[in-house]
């Protein structure tokens, strides 16, 4: 019996085409990948192309690493158990994403129920107040008088003398400040010329 000779990255190239071909051919014929009977389809037919090939190494004569590292390489064997610890995996997450979403909601909507009824409530207050207000006493002439308003004359007075006194320094006091600048414009002049 005569053997095929073929090298290593022919191998892989066969098996490259093969995948790509059961690839395109499964997703013309079955819904999303999404789908358990997508899922399901797609694994046996990756089982399906392993087994192929597994049959065509006693028909092939490989310059390389063994056969089966060249698969292995390739194709990591699926795991069915950890595939769907993922899945449930994703679809707890999804939920939780989910459920996070809404709580966002719904605290933004009690905020501004809590922020809605205290403003509510702050305002009937004020307009009860507003209202007792205007019923005990109406405004007359004389709750406008001065004399009505205590006034602390002697602190008035101090603050007038204050501002009166640092009035009369003020130009003094500018005086001052232009000739201490034009010291300093003096020095920093003879700093330069050095």
């Known amino acids: 019996m005569s053997r095929i000779q073929v090298t290593s990255d022919q191998l892989r190239s066969i098996y490259g085409q093969l995948y790509d071909i059961l690839q395109e051919k499964a997703s013309l014929h079955l819904p999303d990948s999404d789908d358990p009977v997508s899922r399901k389809v797609n694994l046996q037919l990756q ?4 087994n192929v090939m597994e049959m065509a190494f006693n028909s092939l004569k490989i310059d390389g690493p063994p056969a089966n590292d060249i698969l292995n390489s390739r194709c990591e064997p699926f795991d069915l158990e950890l595939n769907e610890r993922v899945r449930k995996s994703y679809e707890t997450w999804e939920e939780e994403t989910v459920k996070v979403a809404n709580l966002r909601r719904a605290a933004q909507e009690t905020i501004n129920n809590v922020w809605t009824e205290n403003q509510k409530e ?3 207050e004020l307009d009860l107040k507003i209202d007792t207000e205007s019923v005990t006493g109406t405004p007359d002439e004389d709750s406008y008088r001065p004399d009505h308003y205590p006034i602390d004359t002697q602190s008035y007075a101090d603050s007038l003398e204050s501002i009166s006194k640092t009035q009369s320094r003020l130009p003094h006091m500018r005086n001052q400040l232009q000739k ?6 003096h020095f920093q002049d003879e700093d330069s010329g050095i």
Do not use: E, P
């Not at 201490?180 to 414009?185: A, E, I, K």
């Open 180 to 185: 201490l600048q034009q010291l300093l414009q």
């Open 47 to 50: 089982l399906f192309l392993a």
């Open 122 to 124: 702050y305002l009937r």
